[in-house]
């Protein structure tokens, strides 16, 4: 697993989009077990006010879910499967995870964002922190710059 | 807390509209800690394949979510709420719950799916179990006519 990984690059394209429209750069996107890109979202909160999260995966306020945007697969199709999220998840996309059995989650940075992992782990699910700088700089000059809806 | 609330009532009359549609009757609704019914929902996977739960409250795969529906509020407004919903919450919906700091959460019945109520009062969450005989007899009745679906 690495930051070139499709899966994670798709993730990364919906956080970069979410900047463009003014929004938290908060990506995912969900692969299912034999490689299969079953969907990609993004949060937006301050886009459309949603509360749904960037991807069942994210971090803050509202989205359009990667598990949502996948949601003409049935819910076997994400069973053991891996979630990939450019922030570490809030506990209702940890819930998810936990709920759509992944077998793995690759989280972009759990700088500005973390506490779920254990929690993870202690579901059976693996986690893995790249560390990523893109990743981290999305957030951090989000939060930098709009102080009031972080 | 009763049966008789009326975020509660909300909350049935979500599943009992699930129900009627050949959905999973399962129904939620959050309510401010001022008493203002923010938003209901209810699960929406037979009907149109939405992996989004009754409520972020609810039981099993998909569903209009109440926090969905209630998301022209700020963030602020749910917390210290009350969340309810007729079924016991999977881990994405408990989630959901202690993301958006919910004070209280009412359950309509924990016989045909339990085990986050620990989970919730870990996090500080007063959880209320009504064993809510309608609550359970419209989820006894889908789970026995569409044993397919649950």
Not at 15 to 33: D, L, T
Request: aromatic share 6%.
């Amino acid at each position: 697993m690495s930051a070139s990984d499709a899966g994670f690059l798709a993730a990364i394209q919906e956080a970069k989009a979410g900047a463009e429209e003014g929004g938290m750069p908060i990506g995912g996107a969900i692969v299912s077990s034999s490689g299969e890109l079953l969907g990609t979202g993004r949060n937006r909160f301050v886009q459309d006010g949603s509360l749904l999260h960037a991807d069942v995966n994210i971090g803050v306020q509202g989205g359009t879910s990667a598990f949502e945007n996948a949601k003409h697969h049935p819910l076997a199709a994400f069973k053991n499967g891996t979630l990939y999220t450019t922030l570490s998840p809030c506990p209702m996309c940890a819930g998810a995870a936990i709920f759509f059995q992944v077998k793995r989650i690759v989280i972009g940075e759990n700088k500005n964002m973390s506490g779920r992992e254990e929690y993870l782990r202690q579901h059976g699910i693996e986690v893995i922190v790249l560390n990523d700088q893109v990743s981290t700089k999305l957030m951090t000059d989000f939060i930098t710059n709009q102080p009031q809806i972080w």
